[in-house]
């Protein structure tokens, strides 16, 4: 509740003369004020979102992702904040002019790191790293000038009429917050959703300068001088102009990045509820490439070998019940029925939008065998973990974990010794599990504590690896991104109820080496990855 106006007590002089002259009057211009700081506010928050949710999907890691651009930006809040006091005597002009850069540099930050991701990722180098290094240097910038608002609004508040600075800062600080909420609520459920990322970052640096410009332009204009009115007006129209122009190209835009990430072979594109979809090549000879979220996830001239080795070890003893978690793609229920007397296969998977191109999509279904029109496999769209826990106990010969990485947070609990724990209750007596467990040539550390969580949760292990033949990126559920060209290897650790299952090559399969020592077990609690 906005407070009413109560005089301020005597103290230092402000650095103005006598109230604003206002077009309206001071009650109406306080509201004006407070509703600006209610649209930067929102706006504010929407650019922070966008940076930790493209950056999460682009690279990866989501607490980290989170944890830098909010560190950053806070911390740049209060240099903002600091260095705002300069310009106090001259609050309306400042804040005017926070307000276009701020919009510009918001409304810009998604497109142009989603640029550097699309058009510098196999430049090697420096380059490697240069998705990172802009998040950062936008959420210093953003925070920058997000800080610097705060002084100067309330330098405009009082500037209307002068009152107690508790009353004025909580008023300001109410207006903030609420407006918080707002942008935070709508980001993923209004403008993820329906305009994308792109879109929406620079639909809001435009509300951002349009709401900055009208309080400026419309209630303290009497402040500026006549050049620095037309200034602001021509700095406004042209960052509308450039925001807008971009919006309109942003399909374009889109299509160029997206053939500059995935190469000139790009047949389907699709946003899903949960991820990026791409499928390149699969037509006239050329090999089917499967990208989640910028990763090459299937490659066509390697995943036989990825998949016959993941899956064929653990169907040596009985397999009449399979459980495969993730695999949407369809190719490990693919190599399971190539084996005699399976009677059921249940896939969980949690995007439905592959489940319907692994079963639509000709050249996909084509290399899945079109394992999706065979009656004995039936598709669950859900979270694997609930899905164990919602499952009877001793249901399954074999369960096959064909799941992402263990450092992309959302999948951190899917190689948790809680998970391992509800997977070993499905088995049944002399069951087997197999988990992908990420590469071992690059990722030991990696590898060995999926290997150690395992035999936390009371299974017996039998770790593996298997050399690609492929010298570029290693395909798989890691989707990791490697640009050096050193031999590629897939590791993975089959698990038994009772003793470690014997290991009989099938695709020269071969021990992974000596273990890490040192490596404890991860939970759900305290994740390791």
């Not at 077009?23 to 929407?46: E, M, N, Y």
């Not at 925001?243 to 399909?251: H, I, R, Y």
């Not at 064909?402 to 069951?431: C, H, M, N, W």
Request: net charge neutral; with cysteine.
């Amino acid at each position: 509740m906005i407070e009413p106006h109560a005089p301020a007590p005597p103290g230092a002089p402000p650095p103005w003369r006598g109230p604003a002259r206002l077009p309206v009057r001071p009650d109406t211009g306080r509201f004006l004020v407070l509703a600006c700081v209610f649209v930067c506010a929102a706006c504010g928050l929407v650019y922070e979102l966008e940076l930790v949710a493209l950056a999460s999907y682009l690279m990866g890691d989501s607490v980290t992702q989170a944890s830098v651009v909010l560190s950053v930006m806070v911390f740049a809040m209060g240099i903002g904040s600091l260095a705002a006091k300069r310009l106090r005597p001259r609050a309306a002009a400042g804040f005017a002019a926070v307000e276009v850069t701020l919009a510009l540099v918001g409304g810009s930050s998604a497109p142009a790191l989603y640029a550097v991701f699309a058009w510098t990722g196999d430049w090697g180098g420096l380059w490697e790293n240069g998705p990172r290094i802009l998040l950062v240097a936008f959420s210093l910038a953003i925070g920058l000038l997000i800080g610097a608002e705060v002084p100067l609004l309330m330098e405009l508040i009082q500037r209307i009429r002068r009152q107690d600075a508790g009353g004025a800062v909580a008023d300001l600080f109410a207006a903030d917050y609420v407006g918080a909420l707002v942008g935070g609520l709508a980001f993923p459920f209004l403008l993820l959703p329906f305009l994308g990322q792109l879109t929406s970052s620079l639909l809001t640096g435009a509300v951002n300068v349009v709401a900055g410009g009208a309080l400026v332009l419309g209630l303290f204009r009497r402040d500026l001088t006549g050049r620095t009115r037309w200034l602001l007006l021509t700095a406004t129209v042209g960052v509308l102009g450039v925001l807008g122009s971009a919006a309109v190209l942003v399909d374009d835009f889109e299509h160029a990045a997206r053939h500059a990430l995935y190469g000139d072979d790009v047949r389907v594109a699709v946003e899903t509820d949960v991820q990026e979809v791409v499928l390149t090549g699969g037509t006239r000879g050329r090999p089917l490439g499967l990208y989640l979220d910028g990763r090459l996830r299937v490659d066509g001239r390697d995943e036989r070998r990825y998949h016959r080795s993941l899956v064929h070890p653990a169907m040596d003893g009985p397999h009449a019940r399979v459980l495969i978690l993730g695999g949407g793609d369809g190719l490990a229920a693919r190599e399971v029925l190539t084996h005699p007397g399976v009677h059921r296969v249940d896939v969980v998977e949690l995007d439905p939008g592959l489940i319907r191109l692994a079963r639509t999509d000709p050249p996909l279904s084509r290399l899945n065998g079109h394992a999706y029109a065979d009656p004995r496999v039936h598709v669950t769209v859900g979270d694997a973990f609930r899905h164990l826990r919602d499952t009877p106990a001793a249901r399954y010969d074999v369960v096959i974990a064909d799941l992402p990485d263990p450092g992309i947070t959302a999948s951190t609990k899917l190689y948790s010794q809680e998970f391992y724990g509800l997977a070993r209750r499905v088995l049944r007596p002399g069951g087997r599990l197999v988990v992908h467990a990420g590469p071992v040539a690059s990722r030991r550390r990696v590898f060995w504590t999926v290997e150690t969580t395992l035999r936390a949760a009371g299974l017996h292990t039998t770790p593996y690896r298997v050399d690609s033949r492929d010298t570029g990126v290693t395909t798989g559920p890691d989707r990791t991104e490697d640009t050096s060209r050193a031999p590629r290897d897939w590791g993975f650790v089959l698990a038994g109820t009772a003793d470690p299952p014997p290991l009989r090559p099938h695709h020269d399969e071969r021990p992974p080496g000596r273990p890490v020592p040192g490596v404890r077990a991860s939970t759900l609690v305290h994740p390791r990855y």
